[in-house]
């Protein structure tokens, strides 16, 4: 449906009201992805279809929402900040620690420059972890 930081949610929320599903997922969690993960995404005709197997085929409407790169930026670092627990973000993310420490800090207070220039490095290297999606670049732009 959409990826975390890029509109997961308001793309959930927009689907399960047109679906009808709204009230259905709240009362299964508040959080509407608790629902989308463990009840909706398993039912077999909800499986992940890549959308250019669909969007061609007559009937189907598909709709793409692209949020401000800025706006996903600053949610990105302030969600990658704010993880504390053992095995969070910034343990997978070993480029943000190494450009908090050429930018003289220690990672737990990575400025939002050393988390731009953490991701342009983590693009540049291919490397990849669970956490990606939450701060990965969308594209390949210098």
């Excluded at 279809?49 to 085929?57: A, G, Q």
Aim: glycine share 8%; proline share 4%.
């Amino acid at each position: 449906m959409a990826s975390p930081k890029g509109g997961a949610t308001i793309a959930t929320q927009l689907m399960f009201r047109h679906l009808n599903l709204t009230s259905t997922a709240l009362a299964h969690s508040p959080w509407i992805h608790d629902y989308r993960q463990s009840i909706f995404m398993k039912r077999p005709e909800h499986s992940r279809t890549p959308s250019s197997h669909v969007c061609h085929l007559h009937g189907w409407t598909c709709l793409k929402f692209v949020r401000s790169v800025l706006d996903r930026a600053v949610s990105s670092y302030i969600h990658v900040m704010r993880a504390s627990a053992p095995g969070d973000v910034r343990q997978s993310f070993v480029e943000l620690g190494f450009a908090a420490y050429v930018g003289g800090n220690d990672v737990r207070n990575a400025t939002f420059e050393d988390f731009v220039n953490g991701v342009r490095a983590r693009g540049k290297t291919g490397r990849r972890s669970e956490a990606d999606s939450h701060f990965a670049s969308q594209s390949d732009v210098d």
